[in-house]
């Protein structure tokens, strides 16, 4: 039967489409046709989870349903026909009842800016629906898929812990011990020697209560749409469904696919689309005639043989997996190596998301060089079925297979039918290997299987096959390893193949992905692993120092504590007043967990809406020769184009400070990502499409400059200097006998937020403009949309909601794109949207400064550091947005915590052809601390001192001053240092990581501690200042309204414990609907962590400005509720509105006389990290971290420690993980979470405590609270510190003293070419070699 209308449930809802455009994915149709918002869009490429959905079809062999979790930014729409989706807003909302992962979620403070949450809650969901009582493995394999910038990961862990069976389990054990600690899984329970060092003071309170939750009761789940189940038309139908560029054909026996693919041989057969999907969306593809096979009988089959498996080549990597995982059980293990290894690479294969759809045949005929699975398949030979209208044909999958980069001996009117696999015979073994950036959802750099027969009963080796991914343009086996035929399984055999797998795997110095000899020592790691674990087979055992190098790292149960002091009622209540300290929800968090909460692009399309899509520069140094628009403005759909000519002479300038950058570039280019102009059409996929076919021609120009070492060499820097000077340096290292020097360098830090930059314009009446920008500063907007429109600042009105995440990157960088979408709006005076796709956004809006600092520092026999003389050097990129009051940052925190007496620091700028870096939390300080830690570690090392003991000799200590003259008060410094020791059991656990390292040869294990000293402030006094208007309603009612910004740090809950704290009234009665330049006027960016300490401030005068109206009154009638009293104010004609405004007091800071008081106070903090590498490939985890943090009186406990792990989880990505890459060109390589690694549910320490100082408080601020925001972040070099550690132990086990330099990030390449053995000597027998494909900036 034919069909052309698309018929499939949404939340229980049939939706029955004839209309619907096969472009489209399931995401584009449930936000823009059904309005279900609650689905977002994070990145468009399967890599973050945001817009994850549950899919459930009905199994009619098994007569079951199934569900499984999908990226909704990947599936056709098309691909639903016949199945039931869920969406968020399906399974519950704040308005009818929520669901019990939505109320979990956000009730542990699992949810931040929100923006990730809908899809973490589907994912969850999905598990549960499929097994109402999982384990704690599972949800390690459920989150796979999963990215959150904001949290840390650790609440989400937390809440949803408790649908677990391990956690009930728990539950009772720590019930009888009488203590509650979240999730420790010490079988001493309460005896845990690590509560035995708390004193009597420490408290364990607990952030969120289980027992207030909603029981899950699975009974009460929507049934499956009962059609579904009675009718299977749907899953027979030969579905065709015409669109206008596209056509989508879901034949239903092989013989019509084989005719469509026989007719048009151009067709692409789809599965997942988890390739095609980003070939089309970012790649430019357009295939017209798509095909899904997934009513193919034969493609969809498992047929299990006596000595094989026959896979048909739709079927999904989940089925494969869960088949495999059954076979095991019902086999003997020598029959099953293959199968074990495909499910060992099966869970490490991206998320559970992208497995659940992906299909096997897909894998294959993507021929991608770095498949997980291609390796396995050609080292054992597998036999690939094809099938085409004029036979079929089978090919075993060997060396001929692939004949190319992505090409394969496929014909084009061939398909690949299925895959047969066989059960492995006596005497065969298998082995499959993978190393990537992140462990969990990421693309291999090296993956590797090898095939081993044995001649029956012998160790005379009849077969020897490897098969390399990631070493080259496809998948290949290793031709000289085969020669070892013959030959006998011994010690010699290792050489042997070693210098045979170098020779099999050459790689130039210019070879694509750079990385070429860590490439290459995984190749040989590898092996010799394989080696050792045949060994131990072949032998029974392995000697235990050299068992480390077979252990893989598992997944282990994490557990945490928090500790904190909160006012005497420790209950979260909301009706209760005085709520200030209190683990108060995040006010959005329940909205955000149903898909309620809106941000910019979720406001409902206004009519005559325009898209814009810009036009970029894709040269990084050149003169623009012409801008052609015709074919764009022809294209179908477009409307118009813009460009500097749209903007008045002198109106086309932005910069945030300085004015040096032009909106839309009229003649020099000096980056790539410069705006050149923007298309508008009636919807995104037109208007995007129209902008690449703008015509610009260029003449290059020379240098490209992309790196600090290049601007230094070609004199490419800014004129500003930052110096300052105290004591007296060089007289200091001339009379000193003890001095060292170094020089450290921090790559590039991408922001990642998860909500990119959009916009919406509308204009209104005669020059008012209405903007919803996804900004962190609202008036800057304002400010600039009127410079460049040429109207006053009172006609537009910039309104913000909340923005999903931040994190400095939408400071300024959210301006041009503000602008740009005004100048349209004006011009064809319609409401104008832009929403930059995620490559889009990494690739033009900057980041994270990279720095390099070089430092001497002269210092006594006893450790005291007597001189430090440092230069710092930023990539500011082409223009100067933030980076001189970044580089002042820099400056201000070179020396970390330590008092040195004679400092000299000079900081520049440099000047290259990058996207121009902006503030990023933290603004420059961490990268120049990291200095001042690596420093003092060289010191102790000098010295063969304890670390512990030089940095004790060092801290700042009260009434200290600093290089900049500042005084540093209540310093808290030393108490988080000790705190922390003690906490951390420290010295305790370093004899233990000495014991470990001597009885591991390959694996070592690592400790460090760091502190931290955060200035808080703007270090410049006109952005010291908030406001805040506060009107009450009759009813009594409160509404507040600010000059900060919620992006997910929790100020509105924050604010809003303020107001109810000094009114005397229930959090419940004050509301805080959005911020808006209408409101309140002129107000600083959301930056600099001070959010709550200006605005809490303004706040609170305005509140008590309220209050002393009401004096009188409250005298008077002292026993009316606050309701009844206001109601009464209104009939006394009493204003019910106030204005508080703040300004911080004595902060200013002169560059010429080194005088004032650039800083309000300081945070203190301190954290302690133990890491194990795997010294064999680089990879590492992170054991335990322990934090003591200096807040004040916390304002709210969740939300602080919240900020804490967040803030260190995102410095974990700076220091460890993340790593942009640039080409020489200047193009940034890596544009989204495929290529791009921050950190997932798995990267978290696997116990992770966080203490909140006690007892401190601190004048400067509202209600003695502290600033948190950026301080924490820097306490993550703790974890590259302790990564060097363990380097040092596994350098002193081959004898090597040579110090090393170790960079952040401390990626896996790093940690592997410094653990220096046999297999790198080998490899950089003539030196190591730099990679010529990429530059680091
Ligand atoms: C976020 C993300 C993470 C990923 N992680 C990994 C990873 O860890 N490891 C890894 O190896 N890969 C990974 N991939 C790549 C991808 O998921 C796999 O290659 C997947 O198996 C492709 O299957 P699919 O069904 O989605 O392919 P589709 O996109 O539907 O198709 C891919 C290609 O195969 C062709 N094709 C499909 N079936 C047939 C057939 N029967 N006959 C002929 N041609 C056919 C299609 O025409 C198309 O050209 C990842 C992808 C994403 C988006
Ligand atoms: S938006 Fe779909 S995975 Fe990121
Ligand atoms: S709360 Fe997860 S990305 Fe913001």
Redesign the pocket.
Known sequence: MKSSVLVFFVNGKKIVDDQVNPEWTLLQYLRNKLRLCGVKLGCG???CGACTVMVSKYQRETKKVVHFPVNAC?APVCSMHGLAVVTVEGIGSTKTKLHPVQERIAKAHGSQCGFCTPGIVMSMYTLLRNCNKPKMDDLDVTFQGNLCRCTGYRPIIEGYKTFTEDWELMQSKNKTNGYVANGSDCIMGANCCKYQQLTDNDQNHNLFNPNSFVPYDSSQEPIFPAELKLTDCYDKEYLMIKGKDVTWYRPDTLESLLQLKSQYPKS???????????EVKFKGQLYTMLIQ?TSVHE?NQIIINNDSIRIG??VT?EDIKSCFENQLKLHPKCKTYILKSVVEMLHR??GKQ?RS???I???I??G?P????NPIWMAIGATLHLSSSSGTRSVIMDDHFFTGYRKTI?NPDE??ESIEIPFTKEGQYVFAHKQSRRRD???AIVNTAINIIFQPGTKIIEELKIAFGGLGPTTFLGKSTQNLRGLEWNNEIFEIACTNIFKDTPLSANAPGGMVDYRRALALSFFFRTFLEMNKILNGNLDKNIESAVEKFHYKTPSSTQFFDIPINSNEDETEPSPVGKPLVHRSALKQATGEAIYTDDIPHIENELYMAFVYTTKAHAMIKSIDPKTALAHDGVIGFISAKDISEGRNKLGPVHQDEQLFITDLVSCQGQFLGAILAVDQTKAQRAAKLVKVEYEALQPCIVSIEDAILHGSLFPDVRRIEVGNVDETFKMSKNIIQGKTKTGYQEHFYFETIGCLVIPKETDEFEMFVSSQHHAEITDFVSRVLGIPQHKIVTRIKRIGGGFGGKQSRTVPIAMAAAVAAQKFNRPVRILLDRDEDMAVTGGRHPYLVKYKAAFSSDGTIDALDVEVFANAGHSYDLSLEVLERAVFHVENCYKIKNLRVVGRLCKTNLPSNTAFRGFGAPQAMFAAEYMIRQVAEHLKMDLVTVVAKNLYKEGDITHYSQQIINCNLSRCFEECLQKSNYFERQNQINQFNIENKYKKRGISIVTTKYGVGFGVPFLEQSGCLINVYTDGSILLTIGGVEMGQGLYTKMIQIAAKVLGVAPGLVHINECATDKVPNSSPSAASVGSDLNGMAVLRACEILKERLKPLRSKYPELSWEKLVNKAYFERISLSAVGHFATPDVFYDWETNSGTPYNYYTFGAACTEVEIDCLTGDHRVLRTDIIMDLGASLNPAIDIGQVEGAFMQGYGLFVLEEMLYSPEGTVMTRGP?AYKIPGFSDIPTEFNVSLLKGSSNPRAVYSSKAVGEPPLFLASSVLFAIREAIIAARKEQNIQESFQLDAPATAEKIRMFCVDNIIKKICETGYRKSTWNVIP
Do not use: H, Q, R, Y
Not at 370 to 373: K, T
């Open positions: 490429e399967g890599g990947l692409k057969i789809i599965v997942g689309n988890t390739e095609v999907g980003i096979p493609l080549a739709a990597l294969f991206a992208i759809v992906a299909s045949g897909g894998n005929m993507t991608s770095i498949s997980d699975l496929v398909i690949l959802d990421d693309i495929g």
